[in-house]
């Protein structure tokens, strides 16, 4: 067991002290449907959805991305930039719309978040390696009967029995995006509302993020080989991935999706006309502005001399 302190976002703080478990950690914990709280944290839920858990609900729903997001997820903001997150919608209850009294209705393709339950996860970068790995530690709530099981097992067994490797796998990029986001910090500053946008499209909104690079505007700027882009459009897990390389392109100007040559300069020939009129709406307003500041000044010295407070009136006191 570890003593390590992690560093947890605020959006996912909570009074519970993380106690870290290596792999080889023995622990005694068992979930099923003749427990008594069965379904109890089913039905009480405050769910975060990765990319990874997104494409697998959707897919078992026979959804599109956008439908999907439209009737099973909640916006939110993830950080104080308002980097875009989404969560599980619930009931007026704060219910799983999916829970039912025999249980889980997708439980095939249930959340990384459901499948780790009991432990937790976090995604970890340590200095001089490459990569990023998740920590898990112990999730222990008040009303949950599991941890009264007498099955022991390790963190490994565990995880594995309850398939949570090949999400943490695909949802390595995703987290590798919010850990160098946050690290770089006031490096990067504050990203634009397009950076914003592309980051929701490329996590969640797959099929909106296939049509983007599709589409002329994409290959004008991006240069993928023939069969490497066929596969991104024909895969939805290959797309996921090439959106988590595309998003350290936009996010951090990394050299991870090859650019055409000369492509901002040609960008910007083509949009030259419109950057130009931009240009000049902002100055114009600016001056519009100016002028009214300018204004407002005149007409407030008008009225301080109507009121008798010009220089000559105040005899060499102070004027109020």
């Known amino acids: 067991m570890s003593t390590e302190k992690l560093d947890i976002p605020e959006n996912m703080k909570s009074t519970l002290v993380p106690e870290i478990m290596q792999p080889e950690t023995e622990f005694k914990f068992r979930c099923h449907k003749d427990i008594s709280c069965f379904n109890a944290c089913c039905k009480r839920t405050d769910l975060t959805l990765t990319p990874y858990d997104v494409l697998r609900l959707r897919q078992h729903l026979d959804m599109s ?4 997001l439209k009737n099973h997820t909640v916006p939110f903001e993830m950080d104080a930039h308002g980097t875009p997150g989404i969560k599980m919608r619930t009931d007026n209850e704060g ?7 025999e249980g889980c209705s997708v439980y095939e393709d249930r959340p990384s978040s459901c499948r780790l339950y009991g432990l937790g996860s976090l995604a970890k970068h340590d200095q001089g390696t490459s990569g990023e790995h998740f920590i898990h530690f112990r999730n222990k709530e008040e009303h949950c009967k599991g941890w009264d099981e007498d099955k022991t097992q390790t963190v490994k067994e565990f995880t594995a029995a309850q398939g949570v490797d090949v999400y943490e796998e695909y949802n390595k990029d ?3 995006l919010m850990l160098k986001k ?3 910090g006031p490096s990067i500053g504050k990203p634009s509302e397009l950076s914003l946008q592309l980051f929701f499209m490329a996590s969640y909104d797959l099929d909106r993020f296939k049509r983007f690079i599709q589409s002329p505007s994409f290959s004008k700027i991006f240069t993928l080989e023939k069969a490497e882009f066929d596969k991104i459009c024909s895969d939805d897990l290959e797309l996921l991935t090439f959106g988590g390389r595309f998003m350290l392109h936009v996010l951090f100007g990394e050299e991870s999706v ?3 040559e000369n492509a901002a300069e040609k960008r910007y020939e083509e949009r030259k006309d419109i950057i130009d009129m931009r240009y000049k709406a902002e100055v114009e307003a600016h ?4 002028e009214e500041l300018k204004k407002e000044a005149l ?10 407070h010009d220089a000559d009136s105040c005899h060499g006191k102070s004027c109020k």
Request: hydrophobic share 40%; proline share 3%.
């Open 258 to 260: 090859p650019v055409a």
């Open 299 to 308: 007409r407030v010295d008008d009225e301080r001399q109507d009121d008798g």
């Open 287 to 290: 001056n519009v502005k100016a």
């Open 65 to 68: 991305s956008e439908e999907f």
């Open 95 to 101: 219910a799983c719309l999916f829970v039912r009294e």
């Open 182 to 184: 946050k690290s770089a």
């Open 174 to 176: 995703w987290m590798r």
